[in-house]
């Protein structure tokens, strides 16, 4: 076209997308929610029932085959050259998608977002994924670069179907194995936020009962829904906000019932093992500025360097695969711990108006590997 | 979407100006709001192109033809570009090396394997011997940086700037890290005005009012030595002028808090509220690094306050900070289809300046330290 060439009008009115570098100031982030289970639990028959039926919500469900991890990791410093996105996309009667992605990760993903938009939810199939820990680690720190931009994707939580008929066994299996590698089922377990205990009407209640206080023992902080054939409210898998910045869905409470009226700066805390995985769970009392700076020590010793700070020795194979937690401060400030392998945010919630008393709710649970008394002591030596 | 009514801008309408909702695709594409007309003929009868040339003086119309007068074109001519900037290529042939300067591992086959192999490890302790060939390279790395400033005034373009840079590095016995990292084609990464990172040299000119980031690693005896800085072309607008040396502030900020058992985190936390009370915003999708005999390595370094990294700082680590600064508050960007060339997403400008650290016992050693800004 020429200089004096006039171009033709154009009807913003029919314009397919808002001008690049706009933000949208009413799109909000979209919930991606990570699926794990253990072997024939149920995953499939729970995705066919997502696309499958009417239940209302936009979903766009993502088989993944993610592979090696570093190229996932691409994004932050280098835009791979040479890209090859293969996807197959299905869509849905009920507004659901399918897809499969390969190999591209957080970037084809939000790609995805930028071309079909508006979705109110994400699921991520994990089928061949061991442990989901790396690939939610990935996802949460991803959530940094898009934030308030239009296009964002958010963490929402890990769900992890579990059988009820051979859940148990296959835990028991895992755990009786080499204390060096952890079992599939328990990091599944570790890293899950929710948990669908599955097929209960094939197993009988007792085992039921069973499987889910094991479930509990490895990981005491995530929710158990029993179900059959999968079946759910959505609305209790999906949109949970377990790596949201309000308080995390701590649903068990600390079990020894003398810590409920122990003194302030006294600790009350318990301890569960299941060979392999064990999670650390302790009650908190209100902390100074001084003693939440010597926590936050703690924590980074604990995360980053897999050690306790000295004297505490915690010995060798320290490693932490999830931890949560609610906080107060003597001045009444509220900071919630969320953390996946070595990453970890400790931050300050608004408190709502008259939302507990002062001294009522600071838990801490940590769960990994190697959680022996050492490390309850050395927690406990800070917190008092 | 909902906006208001605009009436045609036309000043000889012969309708009466009537509200419309039919806008100039120039001004649309720029960015300028209320470029609308009630009909076509209206649109043609008028002397609105005008507006156009004051907001791009310096550039073509995005819709002019992929090819120019000169033979050099735009190879993505129907890529939405964010801002007036465009490609320009045909780019030059790649540049050779003498037999006798020391590659790196993907200097053949692009493939930064030593890298993978490390991916996941903490960042590595330097040995004094080590650390005095960090010292070596970054030293040279500062002289071709500055000998590729000396070089940038209205009429150069960036392939001659890559050439200065190349040459310097044979000069010194160096390879220049970027050529064939990933598949990059040039020596050096040059990104003006709204270019955030990653420019590749081409046939463009530099203008008068441009800002030109050049960025320079070197490798030698084993290690990378990684600076940039942000150059103005002739006389820049004050706009400009401000955000070259919030960039630059910044970087001096974080560099500050550095010292061992400083925590990463805290890096990104110092540096974004700089950024901020100048108007200004932090990109987030490129990060600092470690640099040793790996060119980008652990740690990660999040130049934006709310951030996860993992980590403290140790004596004997190198790694840069290199914040990369957008005018206002969008630190979006976009990819052109070249898979390097990261802009701003709104077109607006971005500043950046890097420097490669040493912590050491006591604090840090700015191992590429060059003259203070002067602008």
């Given at each position: 076209m020429q200089d004096d060439e006039i171009p033709t009008l154009i009807d913003v009115d029919n314009l397919e997308t808002l001008p690049p570098g706009q933000p949208d100031p009413g799109a909000k982030p979209v919930p991606l929610t990570i699926i794990t289970g253990f072997l024939g639990a149920g995953k499939s028959t729970l995705l066919k029932r997502i696309l499958t039926e009417r239940h209302g919500y936009r979903i766009a469900v993502i088989m993944n085959e993610f592979g090696d991890s570093t190229d996932i990791e691409s994004k932050t410093i280098g835009v791979e050259s040479g890209d090859v996105r293969s996807e197959e996309f299905l869509e849905l009667p009920n507004g659901c998608l399918c897809c499969s992605i390969k190999d591209t990760g957080v970037a084809a993903i939000e790609e995805l977002m930028k071309r079909k938009g508006a979705f109110d939810y994400i699921l991520l199939e994990t089928t061949g994924l061991a442990d989901p820990g790396p690939i939610a680690s990935i996802f949460w720190q991803n959530e940094e670069y898009g934030k308030g931009l239009g296009w964002d994707i958010i963490l929402d939580g890990v769900v992890c179907l579990v059988d009820a008929v051979n859940g148990l066994h296959q835990m028991m299996a895992d755990s009786a194995s080499n204390a060096d590698s952890v079992g599939e089922s328990l990091r599944q377990l570790a890293a899950a936020d929710i948990v669908l205990l599955n097929k209960i009407d094939a197993a009988p209640l007792k085992l039921v009962e069973e499987t889910e206080a094991m479930i509990h023992r490895v990981n005491p902080a995530l929710a158990v829904h029993r179900t059959m054939r999968a079946e759910i409210d959505l609305a209790k898998v999906i949109g949970i906000g377990a790596y949201a910045s309000g308080p995390p869905p701590i649903t068990v409470h600390v079990h020894d019932e003398h810590c409920a009226h122990s003194e302030v700066g006294e600790v009350g805390s318990t301890h569960y093992a299941v060979r392999g995985i064990s999670s650390l769970q302790v009650r908190c009392p209100p902390l100074s500025s001084a003693k939440l700076d010597a926590l936050d020590i703690w924590i980074r010793t604990l995360l980053w360097d897999a050690r306790l700070p000295l004297p505490y020795d915690a010995g060798e194979g320290l490693e932490i695969l999830r931890c949560k937690g609610l906080l107060e401060t003597v001045d009444g400030r509220r900071l919630v711990l969320q953390g996946v392998r070595s990453m970890y945010e400790l931050e300050e919630v608004p408190r709502k108006g008259g939302e507990g008393r002062v001294g009522d709710e600071g838990k801490l649970v940590f769960i990994g590997k190697g959680l022996g008394e050492a490390v309850r002591e050395s927690l406990e030596a800070v917190l008092r | 979407m909902s906006a208001p009514e605009v009436h045609c801008q036309s000043s000889k309408c012969p309708n009466g100006n009537p509200a419309s909702r039919l806008e100039c695709p120039t001004c649309h594409k720029l960015g300028?709001?209320?470029?609308?007309?009630?009909s076509q003929e209206c649109f043609k009868g008028d002397s609105h192109k005008v507006v156009h040339d004051l907001a791009t003086p310096r550039q073509s119309l995005p819709d002019d033809p992929s090819t120019n007068k000169n033979r050099t074109f735009n190879p993505f001519p129907h890529f939405k570009f964010s801002g007036p900037l465009r490609p320009c290529y045909p780019l030059s042939p790649r540049r050779q090396l003498p037999d006798h300067i020391q590659r790196p591992d993907y200097a053949e086959g692009a493939v930064p394997l030593s890298e993978r192999k490390n991916a996941g490890m903490p960042p590595r302790v330097l040995s004094p011997e080590e650390q005095d060939k960090m010292r070596t390279v970054c030293r040279l790395a500062r002289e071709v940086l500055d000998l590729a400033a000396a070089a940038v005034h209205p009429g150069i373009t960036t392939d001659e700037i890559d050439k200065i840079v190349h040459d310097a590095c044979i000069e010194r016995d160096a390879y220049p890290s970027p050529l064939n990292y990933r598949h990059y084609p040039k020596s050096v990464c040059t990104s003006v005005n709204e270019c955030v990172c990653h420019g590749i040299p081409d046939q463009r000119k530099l203008q008068e009012g441009d800002i030109i980031n050049i960025d320079v690693t070197l490798y030698k005896d084993g290690f990378h030595g990684d600076v940039n800085a942000t150059y103005p072309v002739g006389r820049i607008d004050e706009e400009s002028k401000k955000l070259i040396r919030t960039a630059r502030q910044c970087l001096d900020e974080a560099i500050k808090i550095c010292k061992p058992g400083a925590l990463v985190r805290d890096i990104g936390k110092t540096i974004e509220p700089v950024a901020r009370a100048n108007g200004c915003s932090a990109v987030r999708t490129y990060t600092g690094h470690g640099v040793n005999d790996l060119f980008h390595t652990a740690p990660n370094v999040p130049h934006y306050a709310k951030n996860k990294a993992i980590g403290m700082l140790k004596a004997g680590t190198c790694l840069t900070i290199e914040p990369m600064i957008n005018l206002g508050g969008n630190w979006d960007e976009v990819h052109w289809p070249d898979n390097w060339t990261a802009t701003t997403a709104d077109g607006k400008r971005s500043a950046q300046f890097e420097e490669t650290l040493l912590i050491t016992e006591t604090g840090v050693e700015v191992l590429t330290a060059g003259k203070p800004l002067e602008l």
């Open positions: - | 300028i709001t209320g470029s609308f007309f009630c």
